[in-house]
């Protein structure tokens, strides 16, 4: 599978929590050296803890389901 395919997939089980707080995740670009790119949208994109939400939530879910993601970056 290719790895922009895993990075979404992976975005998925993370989605309906982001949702439930009026928020969502866009996945912009993943690069071939495991840099993605993502944009909170919604109440996540405004919100004082959106850069806890991307370190510690959306990073920490994607590099347990794809070991290819080195970091996580908001864009």
């Known amino acids: ?9 992976a975005l998925d089980k993370i989605r309906p929590a982001l949702q439930a ?11 071939e050296d495991g840099v993605v790119k993502v944009r909170l949208t919604g109440a996540c994109g405004g919100c004082p803890m959106s ?19 080195k970091t996580v970056q908001s864009v």
């Open 21 to 31: 707080d009026g928020g969502n995740v866009e996945l912009v670009d993943v690069s």
């Open 51 to 69: 850069q806890m939400t991307l370190k510690m939530g959306i990073e920490k879910v994607l590099k347990q389901n794809v070991p290819e993601v």
């Open 1 to 9: 599978m290719e790895l922009r395919n895993k990075v979404d997939s």
